[in-house]
């Protein structure tokens, strides 16, 4: 696999990952069958909406910090465990959770921000499922502000390792493009203490 990042950190795409019809059937399992929620955060001493809905699953031990607040993971769903264990089957790694991210149109966005907490581990292996409608993720040198996009299509997979997280930030920013919506899911491995 190529390394798509300029420098300091690896980031690998690997496109269609699903092909159409499978990504196809994915999207609409998981669409119905997670349980998406409207998360709110703590800021500036006001409790603001998250834009997107979230969920967040894995193995019972996997509690991971989110929106100020610690999350105990769902339950594996068998759509999910699928995804994991498709893979890990084509890259060395190994998850224990896994963050869904539902974009319900081109309001719906993520700020920038690296996936950087402690209990990811100083070079946290990211994978990232894509689905749906089609969205632009940039990237952010932390220092020299130099920019980097990747475009996200139906059934891409990305995947961040390495140093990316002490160095770049990512976002997907909100589009006024008429979009529908997009479904992220975000392996990680979670440090249980
Ligand atoms: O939706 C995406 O592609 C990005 C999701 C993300 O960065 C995250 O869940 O940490
Ligand atoms: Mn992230």
């Not at 224990?96 to 149109?105: D, F, G, I």
């Not at 990811?120 to 040198?141: C, N």
């Not at 920019?147 to 390495?162: C, E, N, P, S």
């Amino acid at each position: 696999m190529k390394n798509i990042l300029p420098h300091d950190g690896e980031l690998y795409l690997v496109k269609r990952f699903y092909q159409q019809v499978e990504a196809d059937q994915l999207f609409a399992v998981l669409l119905q069958g997670l349980a998406w929620q409207q998360e709110s955060i703590h800021l500036y001493g006001r409790w603001l909406k998250v834009p997107r809905l979230m969920c967040w699953y894995g193995d019972k031990q996997a509690q991971y910090k989110y929106s100020g607040v610690n999350h105990l993971p769902l339950p594996w769903t068998k759509a999910l465990l699928a995804v994991k264990q498709k893979i890990e089957s084509i890259y060395p790694c190994q998850f224990n959770s896994v963050m869904a991210n539902l974009y319900r149109n081109g309001d719906d966005s993520m700020g920038c921000h690296a996936d950087n907490e402690k209990e990811l581990g100083s070079k946290p292996l990211i994978a990232s499922l894509s689905l749906g409608e089609q969205r632009l993720l940039k990237f952010r040198h932390q220092h020299s502000q130099q920019v980097f996009d990747v475009v996200l299509r139906h059934g891409d997979l990305l995947i961040m390792a390495g140093e990316i997280q002490q160095n770049w930030r990512h976002e997907l920013p909100k589009t006024k493009k008429r979009v529908g919506e997009r479904i992220n899911l975000t392996f990680r491995w979670v440090i249980v203490c």
